[in-house]
């Protein structure tokens, strides 16, 4: 028996501890207006399921005005709301209506980069090389006798070199799509802007950031080259000049002081790619940011051991800086874990299974839209709609398949429901046999992916043992994991194909929630295969 403690909070438990976290892809969550794309008159219409489902706080994803060139993450203006999502009124409706219903809201700030068409960055190029506008932005000469040749050899995200050379022979740095130029972190102005970004949503009542490349911003001096390949695979592996740089904690530091001057327990959320959970657990030391995403639980595959690894690994890192660890299992950029796990049958499976986990675990959960629904990465969308920047760098790699809009009703035609009533086109076509996996349909089915969401967040917050706290490991047979919480609560999780029978005496009373089978005689428990169990727990 191994007992893994966080480091309790120096104060009361904070609500962000221990919450579930609900992402908004706002294209792809409900369209209000019937353009076939989300928007957030549609998320507003929404949010009574929200609140039913028994999350604790919701995240946009941005909704600012954008041309779009990377669905939003391309900002123009930081302080408005796209008219493809609505006005900025409509924001600050949808803040009040939810936190009349007990929700808090996080929006996206995306300070790693701009769009081409920032008034910054059309001033830029306007100014020419030398100006102070330039200064915003990291513009070199190039190499090469006339310069023809990029300032490095850096790499972008989403393909080909980092760099585009403008009219006048100069380069700008674009670590994603040539349309998102990176920023000058150096440039005391773009201090200055984000702060004042931030306090102009904190004065509108939002709760918090997710800090998009939170690991950006900063650059290594000099800005030397990587001097290998595949940059792309270095990412998260390693540190480069480009990501995780001491000096972006500077940054996050200045960031959690203004965080700290509102009332109500505003946060900071670092989407953050770091070689190792430690330099991952340095983004939330407790003078920096309140959370960070776990991308190594999320990329973890269907093995128990490899699971309990990064477990431990996790709650043990987190520990050190006294934050709690948070736990994912899909959002906008990766292929959904029904997929991933195997996909049909075996994938659901153990989605459920993986679900009981995350949520039996310590800590903060994050559910990507659609997850409680149990959907699938659709792999076979059309051509032309494939518009994913990301694509390419890799055809394999695109990120529409998990973006496609979410089935509310039962009845009728796709896009069943995502549109007003007469609507039936949607920014991305939605699979004719998704209506079983509609909301309508699954909340009439008590044994559905939804009701199993929605018991299992009911159970976590009103059992004493779940969300922040301990963690003890029970023995169990290969292939499975088994831990305490607390006094009162145990999680067993069967990653094998086959039957497993639990040996009496572990120390397992009621059973809670199950995501599929078991079978009891007696003191005897045989766990189904791909499955998770909760039970009260009992001394041994």
Excluded at 33 to 44: A, C, F, K, M, T
Aim: with cysteine; hydrophobic share 40%.
């Amino acid at each position: 028996m191994t007992e893994l403690a966080v480091q309790p909070s120096a104060v009361a438990t904070r609500w962000w501890r221990d919450a579930v976290i609900y992402q908004v892809y706002v294209r792809s969550f409900a369209d209000g207006n019937g353009d076939g794309i989300g928007d957030l008159l549609g998320v507003r219409s929404r949010l009574r399921y929200l609140s039913d489902l028994g999350v604790d706080a919701i995240w946009l994803t941005p909704f600012y005005p954008s041309p779009m060139a990377d669905f939003g993450y391309d900002v123009a203006d930081y302080r408005d709301v796209d008219p493809i999502f609505g006005s900025l009124a409509d924001a600050q409706a949808l803040i009040a209506d939810a936190h009349r219903l007990g929700l808090r809201i996080i929006v996206d700030v995306v300070p790693n980069h701009t769009s081409d068409r920032h008034p910054w960055f059309e001033a830029a190029l306007r100014a020419g090389p030398g100006s102070p506008e330039r200064e915003r932005y990291i513009f070199r000469e190039g190499k090469g006798a006339a310069g023809e040749l990029p300032p490095n050899d850096w790499e972008s995200i989403f393909g080909g070199p980092a760099w585009t050379r403008v009219a006048d022979g100069q380069w700008y740095l674009h670590l994603f799509a040539p349309e998102q130029p990176d920023l000058n972190w150096e440039h005391p102005e773009v201090h200055q802007e984000f702060a004042d970004v931030l306090r102009f949503w904190l004065d509108l009542g939002v709760d918090g950031f997710r800090i998009d490349v939170a690991h950006g911003m900063v650059k290594a001096p000099g800005l030397p080259d990587v001097g290998a390949r595949g940059q792309a695979e270095m990412i998260g592996a390693q540190v480069v000049p480009f990501f995780d740089q001491d000096g972006v904690h500077e940054i996050h530091r200045a960031w959690r002081r203004i965080l700290d001057s509102y009332e109500g327990e505003r946060i900071g959320v670092a989407e953050a790619w770091a070689p190792s959970p430690e330099r991952l657990a340095n983004y939330v030391r407790p003078d920096e940011l309140h959370q960070a995403f776990n991308f190594h639980f999320l990329k973890t595959p269907w093995d128990a051991t490899r699971f309990r690894e990064v477990i431990d690994e996790s709650v043990r890192t987190s520990a050190l800086v006294g934050a709690p660890p948070t736990w994912v299992l899909s959002n906008h950029d990766v292929k959904r874990h029904v997929t991933r796990y195997g996909g049909g049958e075996r994938g659901l499976r153990r989605a459920r299974a993986a679900a009981l986990l995350m949520l039996a675990l310590p800590g903060s959960a994050y559910v990507y839209q659609g997850e409680e629904l149990g959907l699938p990465e659709v792999l076979d969308l059309p051509e032309q709609y494939l518009q994913d920047p990301q694509r390419l760098r890799d055809p394999d790699s695109g990120r529409d398949g998990c973006r496609v809009p979410l089935p509310w009703t039962a009845a009728g035609e796709p896009p069943y429901g995502f549109t007003p009533p007469g609507i039936y086109e949607s920014w991305l076509p939605m699979p004719a046999d998704w209506r079983d996996l509609s909301v309508e349909a699954q909340l009439r089915d008590g044994a559905s992916m939804l009701s199993l969401y929605r018991t299992a967040l009911a159970l976590r917050r009103e059992h004493p043992d779940l969300g922040d706290g301990t963690l003890t490991w029970l023995d169990s047979p290969a292939g499975t994991l088994a831990f305490r919480r607390g006094d009162s609560f145990a999680c067993v999780l069967n990653m094998t194909p086959e039957w497993v029978e639990i040996e009496p005496g572990q120390g397992y009373g009621d059973l809670l929630l199950a995501s599929g089978g078991p079978e009891t005689a007696g003191d005897v428990v045989r766990l189904a295969p791909d499955s998770a169990t909760w039970w009260t727990a009992r001394d041994v």
